[in-house]
């Protein structure tokens, strides 16, 4: 069972995202902002992926600079992220792509393709039997 981070500033989004992350039995730790995303990066060593938005919010960096700056630090360069956004201007898509993404995803989009990406970016392990995890963690920069 692996962590995964979410990064999106829409509250029903980023539920919806734990909910696909909780159905392929992994764990959801899920915060709106890209401070939060960072903190969350340097104190759980268990991260294992990344799902991230490129809108974070209105006072907050992109989630293309905040890959850049992930990117360029020594510790997770080689972190597997999913961009789910709807933000598909060509100079953005681009940029991501750049930054070695396992997949671009854009919203709306079909459960099952997300799914999909989740498991292979992990691995495609197999899903807990019973699932004990200890829920999603929603972190609002707020707080």
Do not use: W
């Not at 979410?6 to 159905?23: K, Q, W």
């Not at 992220?81 to 993404?101: Q, R």
Request: hydrophobic share 45%; with cysteine; charged share 25%.
């Amino acid at each position: 069972m692996a962590k995964v981070l979410i990064l999106e500033d829409d509250p029903r989004i980023a539920n919806y995202l734990a909910e696909l992350v909780l159905a392929t039995g992994h764990v959801p730790l899920a915060v709106d902002a890209a401070e939060r995303a960072q903190s969350l990066l340097e104190t759980e060593p268990a991260i294992e992926l990344l799902i991230l938005d490129y809108h974070l919010g209105p006072e907050s960096t992109t989630g293309l600079a905040f890959l850049g700056a992930l990117r360029n630090s020594g510790r997770h360069q080689r972190l597997p992220v999913i961009v789910c956004s709807g933000e598909t201007k060509p100079a953005a898509v681009t940029g991501f792509l750049s930054l070695n993404i396992v997949d671009f995803v854009k919203k709306p989009f079909r459960p099952e393709r997300l799914i999909g990406d989740i498991e292979r970016a992990l691995g495609a392990r197999v899903p807990a039997v019973e699932n004990k995890s200890p829920g999603t963690r929603i972190i609002r920069a707020r707080d």
